[in-house]
């Protein structure tokens, strides 16, 4: 079975900080990976997406991820964190059927002013 | 965002009662799923729906039960609520690639 992994729980910034958040997902074969962003008692938004083709994918509000197929990562970026990015970070890995998606157990960034 | 609600948004049951959360669309997505978000798990698929009347496990599938009789409509039931089933439960749709995700319902089972 799929599993993804994001090993920074919680992150802290200050604003302009430069931000990247890791994820490592094991699947040896074709993946479809994503970030999802969760604000604050909202429900989960699309950051980005990655099917095929350029590794480094853009999404919106300036954030951007690199796809490293040797070390099953997917890393999120953003050159200069704003406050407003405070929030809850997910990556996913759909790899099966249905377009399952299987989700790592979330990063909360907190961006300070 | 595609036309995804859920209803209710909240609800506070107790022990034992059944409960149903409804989830609607209006994008005529093939896929619908549930989910259930808990801190420290991230999201949790519970069903998937791959077409009318189609539907699989997922992961944490144990007392819950799904239905999907029309292509906008995805049914949640929890057969007889436990404290474990206090969470918030997101309903999700897609086509091929990416879901989309309605605003969720927080359900506390006291």
């Known amino acids: 079975a799929q599993s993804v992994s994001q090993h920074n729980h919680h992150v802290i910034l200050s604003e302009a900080a430069s931000l990247e958040l890791g994820c490592n997902y094991s699947?040896?074969?074709?993946?479809?990976l994503f970030w999802y962003v969760q604000y604050p008692g909202q429900h989960l938004q699309l950051l980005l997406k990655?099917?095929?083709?350029?590794?480094l994918v853009k999404g919106i509000k300036g954030f951007e991820a690199e796809f490293i197929k040797s070390k099953f990562s997917f890393n999120l970026r953003k050159p200069s964190v704003q406050w407003s990015d405070t929030a809850e970070y997910f990556c996913?890995?759909?790899?099966?059927?249905?377009?399952?998606?299987?989700f790592g157990t979330g990063t909360r960034l907190q961006v300070t002013l | 965002d595609a036309g995804i609600t859920q209803s209710p948004r909240h609800k506070v049951t107790e022990t034992g009662t059944p409960v149903t959360l409804r989830c609607h669309q209006t994008?005529?997505?093939?896929?619908m799923y549930w989910y259930r978000q808990d801190p420290g798990h991230g999201l949790r698929l519970i069903h998937y729906?791959?077409?009318?009347?189609?539907?699989d496990k997922g992961e944490v599938s144990d007392g819950y039960s799904v239905s999907r009789s029309k292509t906008e409509d995805f049914l949640l039931t929890l057969e007889s609520a436990t404290s474990s089933q206090t969470s918030v439960y997101f309903c999700?749709?897609?086509?091929?690639?990416?879901?989309?995700f309605g605003p969720g319902t927080r359900l506390t089972v006291t």
């Open positions: 996913a890995v759909n790899a099966g059927t249905a377009s399952k998606l299987t």
């Open positions: 699947y040896g074969g074709t993946v479809n």
């Open positions: 990655y099917f095929s083709g350029d590794p």
């Open positions: 994008e005529n997505h093939r896929y």
């Open positions: 729906s791959y077409g009318v009347k189609d539907t």
């Open positions: 999700a749709t897609g086509n091929e690639g990416e879901q989309y």
